[in-house]
């Protein structure tokens, strides 16, 4: 019976009962928890000028943000005497002033930007919204996503760095995830180690090498640097920073025998110290953290601080986050700095399934009142008004059909208790209530009925 | 400071914190409601194939949906030899395959269409997702708002109907709005009116002008009948409806007498008995519903029950909903009956922010610490650590400065509790808290303030 003419776009996702309800547990756990550290919600819109967009995500980014086409006579933009030589990349911005949300970074420092004067600094928001690429679609990347992000500007202390580390720590542990590690570096360590070599002014460079450490092993990184014009004295210098082991302070402590001498790396061991003494007042907290000086993660963007949060049972990281200096500057406000972490909604959202870890509780209804004898059907209608008013979510099977027809669909529905009123409850002024799981049923009066369902289903 | 030249599209709105807070107080107030009565949420795609939304909303409809173009190379379907003349509508399906979301209905039965194998009926599910139209931007209308529709959709019970009456009542209790009405009507009523008259088979014209009521009164009503061909014993039998008063108990008794005896009238009439039955059971219910037989409401969609949501703090309707016989017979899925109401959540949000309904209690943070005693500095976040486990949302200044500064932004922030953690404080080993809103401090130590905060801030 159902059209296979209808599809929905590549890439694109519906969410049923279950996975919504899910999905909103998990946005719940992570809203209250933002609200505990004062972080409040900004919601921007789907859309944003196409110029506010372009020219941010580098040009590969470009092609992948959806532009939208401008309402009515677009084509009236087009001079018909270029019309047949113009390329797709010429025609854009002609046709279409507005394009959807990328990521949630642009258009929270395009607010902030915006809002500026009216802003109270420190300026703590969440934000959970959709973001949409055109990218090719595969196994657990989509074209609309959700993002989480989670930021502060205007304030460069590490109590706000501390209070993030927190807020993933707490977050995977509410949300029953408790194998987890976050990885924590600072740039400025990196920017020692380059200090150490022949060349630090090829950090980039060399970030980039030591980076694929995990997929091109130690020999490889060294090749890749070799060639890279790095000297074999350097390759030996770093060569230690690839294999440290141990506790984070165990690490901290040689770092500091080998990079307090450099100017950048003097000023990361002080923030990384500073970090880890705000953090110990909860020992439970530390265990999750793990120092990892060869952490790299988007350099370009982030200065001081970076994170990344680990979990044997996924792969990819369950997010990520760092300090910056400069969130506006690209819309012409200097100066900006702040922190944030993003949570990678979808990511968790499988490890969660795979793990079994989301409640167990019925997401939904959790009495079902059968429909099946015609003189009862207004005290059955009756009986789910006020077992509602207890609080108790309740629905009665709408259409007077056949009883076996209505306990398969509120089996199906995973519906834990059933209500049953025939001709004999009818006439004797009681109710069945049956116990789907154990299969049992009971007769009890109205008082009986109340008294159960208020010990035993309001919470 | 801030950039002028950045700015976010027309019709568009960032929703700060505040707005934020208020707009999730709403749809979670309206979510755990329609959990309550069994419903369960959907979310679909954003983007819908073009050719799902194409055709589904008149020819204007058509015009008011954004298109996404296509990535890549998309002008290469486009044949070079016809861009010169081609018009901005022809060219649209080459450039163009998905669009945004003009409403909830049609993807909800795009949805329904695709899934019917995996359904199980009766399906009961609500939406609370942005919709984008392409509409001229004016007071109260946006080009991105957010619609919320509770359907159920293969039961032609009227049960369901009065499901839904009472979400509706409750949800505008629940949300402080006690002043409001749920106009009733059925179409098989109006129908039954276009049978009195000589000319039933302009029910719908006749519905038409009927509809203006409110607007043009009862003379411009008539005038337009007579101008359409309807006889002035037609516009003699009419009359009456125009002046319907009364409870709607007396209003049914009219009806019943004057249109028992038409084929749809009956039909309209019993429906609306047993729908009015259903609800005595809750007598505070009925005093929210009023039988307004001219009701009209896209009646090319409704095929019985209607109803509109108004309430004298508002302009135009909170919501409505009704009764549909044909869902997805537009995807090639025949016989899905349902019934569905939605609710209007920018009106509701414009008159609870006008009315001050919404929750006085801080949207944020309850505790803010201050931090301005270098030596306390640690202390002070460990103090942050502790309170926000006992649940209490809390921040501290992150930044070491002076205390007007941060006891400014406190107050700015509306944060009713401020501990002060200074020299003597820290030297004694107590612990300062400042009520804001009576201006009072007091001194305690550290039980003291833990059993303060337990006992006054914990709910």
Redesign the interface.
Known sequence: ???S?????QG??????T???R??YIFDTL?NLF????Y??????????LS?LTGKYGEEGD??I????N??????KVD??T??????KS??PL????A?RYDLTVPFA??V?????DI?Y?F??YQIQ?V?R?DRPQKGRY??FYQCDVD?VG???L??E??LI?IYIRAFISLGIKDFTIRVNNRKLLLGMAELTSKPEDFMSMVISIDKLDKIGEEGVQKELREKGFKEEDLEVLSPFFRLEGSSEQKLEFIREKLFHTEQGKLGILEMQELW??LR??PQFSSYINLDILLARGLNYYTGTIMEVLSPHAKGSLGGGGRYDDLTGI???KGITGVGISFGADRIYDLMKDMDLFPKEP???QVFIG?FYPEA??KA??T??WI?EL??????????TKLPKQLK?AA??EIPWVILLGEEEFLDGTYSLKDMNKGEQKRMDLEGLKKFLTENLVR
Chains 1, 2 share one sequence.
């Open positions: 019976m159902s059209n003419n209808v599809s929905i776009p694109t996702r519906d969410f049923g009962p996975e919504s309800f999905r909103t809203r609200k505990l550290y004062g409040a919600p900004l919601e921007t819109p789907s859309m944003e000028n506010t092609q992948l959806y532009k939208i086409l309402s009515g006579d677009f084509m009236s018909p005497t019309r047949t030589q113009i390329s797709s025609i854009i046709i279409s002033e507005r959807l395009r607010y930007a915006m809002n500026h004067q109270k420190p703590k928001r959709p949409w055109a074209r609309e502060l304030s460069s202390s109590l706000n501390a209070d927190q003494s705000l007042y909860s819309f012409g406000l997401v939904s209804t429909n059907q207004q209608y009756e789910s008004i509602r609080g108790i979510s309740t629905e009665i099977y709408p259409d007077l669909y199906q529905r």
